[in-house]
């Protein structure tokens, strides 16, 4: 087994090897079906590991798959960090694993949940609205979503090459992913309600992180930033001492508070700032560990292609599937150099966590 072996083909794969390994290391597993079922009729779960060893108090939280397709590379990840521990012995500190946390999006191959919402839009705080859209959103809507199949004879890069003449590439990229409430059918969409993950969460995570003190919420994502490299991307305001952890474990380097430059953009409901508000631990240091793939515009032709694919293609159809393939490579490239260089990045942030995690108790 090498660095390569831990992505897996496929959701149902990913999830079987999953929960085999996690079950084979004595950790429990809990299984959540959640709605619809997958291209081949497999169901659709969300699976949450929890180690039965380490110190309660501390824990490392390991998130995959909130942006469906994200899901190749987080499982893998995941896996990959089991079957270490399997080899090296278990953690000094208690783990929890979500796994597939939109399965929709990981078994269909795409970004958004069964209704077409980016969940880490949909994570609004009491007092927000699901409601709005940034105005040059609306005026490119039919150019982001047009109602029809994907088809590789448009001339898509003229188009945004042109769009980003105009308005330029940082306030284009604000308003195309900041989420927007008003188009459903439509690219980070955000929803009309709170997800039901959103309630899976509240319900059991109070029950997984009962005892714990400190915790390192890794949710793990792909397609920003430059190709290999990792960013930890804050979305909510730092306190002095998460701010002081990230810099002495991590470096100075690696985490991005300000959303509005680097590689992140300011989005709306995201998971993060969620997962913080609820007060789950009285330390609780989310990050949005966001690995580099392809270039932003064409990720946004490939998401923009799917999802054409999704509201105007029969599933089977060529085209739908060629979307899909190019959207799984996009989030998970095949490249081989990439994928050693990501799982080892990887282990990297979880060994600076833990080191982090067991000096400053
Ligand atoms: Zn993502």
Redo the contacts with the bound molecule.
Sequence with gaps: MNDQDVFSPDYATARTRFCDLASKLGWQVESFPREGTGPQGEPLVTDAACSSEGDPAKVLVVSSA??GV?GFFGSAVQWALLRRWQKEGPLPIKCLFLHGINPFGFAWRRRFDENNVDL?RNFLLPGETFAGAPETYAKLDEFLNPHRPPSSWEPFMAKAAWLIVRYGMTALRQAIATGQYEFPQGLFFGGSRPSPLQSLLAENVPRWLQGSEDVVHFDL???LGPKGTCKLLIDYPLNDRQRTSLAKWFGEETFEESQTSGIAYEARGGLGRWCVAQQWAPNYLYTCAEFGTYGSVTMLKGLRAENQAQHWCPPKDPRAIAAKDQLAELFCPRDSVWRSQVIQRSYELVDQAVAGLLADA
């Design positions: 909130v942006h994200e880490n994502h792909t397609g």
